[in-house]
C-alpha cells in the first residue's frame, strides 16, 4: 500500500500526468509517453474483492518490447506468477478475442501461459473451465510437475467457483475494455475480427488467417500474418503451406477506417502479391514461385 501511495503521488505530477510530445525522432519515447498516457493509473483501478475473478489487460513498457499480457486475478492477486512463474500470461489476442475465458456446461482446457522458451521445454499453466449450474469451475489445473529452482513437487492447486452471472459480467467487461490499446493493435483486432467474420476475404486466394497483431519491432505498426498453399481455401492443400507477413501502411486515418481499407483490399487483391514469404522453406517457395527471404 506504502509503494501504490508513492507511486499515486508521482504519477499526479505534470511531468506524468500529461507528459509532453517528444521530437519526430525520438521514436522510443514517443511510444513510451503513450503507454504512460494509457497505462498510468491502470494499478489503482483494480480493488481486491474476495472470491472475485478479475481480468485485466496489462501493456508491458513497449521500448523494452515488453509482453501483452490477460492478467487473471483471484481476489487480487496475479495467477500466472503465483502458480507458475515460468512465462508471462497469454495475450489477450488469444485468452479474450477468442473467447476462451467464457464458461460453458462443456468442459474446456484452457492455456493461461507457456514458458519463456516453450511449453515443449519448460511447460505451461493449464486450466479447466466449465459452468457448473449457478457457477462456473475452474480446476484440473495443469502446469510442470516441479517449481522453477526447486526439485520439490509442486503442490496441488485447488478448484475455484465463481458466481456465474458476476463471472460472465467480468468476461464480458474484459473482452471489450480496449482501453489499454492503441492505434496499430485496434487497427490489427479490427481486422482479425473481419476475417474471422468472413474467412472467405482469405480463402479465396487459398489463404488461411494467422498471427493478427502490432508488430513486434515496431509496436505502432499492424501486422498480418496468413498462411498459402494451392487449394488451402478448399481445405485441400498440395503440401506445406508457405507463411506470408502483411505489413499494414499507417494512412493516419482513425483505426476502424484503416481495418475496413485492409479488409476491402483483401476482398479484391490478392495478399500474396504485397505480402512477404515469411516462413516455410525455400524449396517450397520456389516451388510455388516465390523468393526467399535472405533474413528468414
Known amino acids: 500500500m506504502t509503494l501504490l501511495e508513492s507511486l499515486g503521488r508521482l504519477l499526479a505530477e505534470p511531468r506524468w500526468a500529461s507528459p509532453p510530445d517528444t521530437d519526430a525522432g525520438e521514436a522510443d ?8 498516457r494509457r497505462a498510468g ?39 500466472v506468477p503465483e502458480f507458475f512463474a515460468r512465462g508471462p500470461a497469454n495475450s489477450p489476442d488469444f485468452l479474450l478475442d477468442e473467447g476462451l ?8 482446457e484452457v ?40 526439485r520439490e513437487p509442486a503442490p496441488e492447486l485447488a478448484a ?3 458466481d456465474a452471472v458476476v463471472y460472465d459480467a467480468e468476461i464480458a467487461r474484459a473482452e471489450t475494455d480496449h482501453s489499454w490499446s492503441w492505434p496499430a493493435r485496434t487497427t490489427a483486432r479490427l481486422i482479425k475480427a473481419g476475417l474471422v467474420e468472413r474467412p472467405d476475404l482469405l480463402s479465396r ?9 502490432s508488430g513486434f519491432e515496431d509496436p505502432d505498426t499492424p501486422v498480418v500474418t496468413f498462411e498459402y498453399a494451392p487449394g488451402l481455401g478448399s481445405g485441400k492443400p498440395d503440401g506445406i503451406p508457405l507463411q506470408f507477413r502483411w505489413v499494414v501502411p499507417d494512412d493516419g486515418t482513425a483505426p ?12 479484391k487483391e490478392d495478399p500474396k502479391i504485397y505480402g512477404q514469404v515469411c516462413g516455410g522453406n525455400r524449396e517450397r517457395a520456389e516451388e510455388l514461385g516465390f523468393s526467399w527471404p535472405e533474413r528468414a
Open 29 to 36: 519515447q514517443q511510444l513510451r509517453a503513450g503507454w504512460i
Open 41 to 79: 493509473r491502470q494499478p489503482f483501478g483494480c480493488p481486491a474483492t474476495p472470491g472475485v475473478l478479475r481480468v485485466e489487460v496489462v501493456a508491458g513498457d513497449p521500448v523494452d518490447r515488453a509482453p501483452v499480457e490477460t492478467r487473471i486475478l483471484l481476489d487480487g492477486r496475479p495467477v
Open 101 to 108: 475465458l467464457r464458461a460453458a456446461s462443456e468442459p474446456r
Open 111 to 150: 492455456q493461461l501461459a507457456e514458458a519463456y522458451c516453450t511449453e515443449g521445454c519448460c511447460g505451461a499453466l493449464y486450466v479447466t473451465i466449465r459452468r457448473d449450474g449457478d457457477q462456473v469451475l475452474w480446476e484440473n489445473w495443469r502446469r510442470p510437475t516441479t517449481m522453477p529452482g526447486s
Open 160 to 162: 475455484y467457483r465463481f
Open 205 to 213: 486466394w487459398d489463404a488461411k488467417r494467422g498471427w493478427i497483431s
Open 256 to 267: 476502424d477506417a484503416q481495418a475496413a481499407a485492409a479488409l476491402r483490399r483483401l476482398a
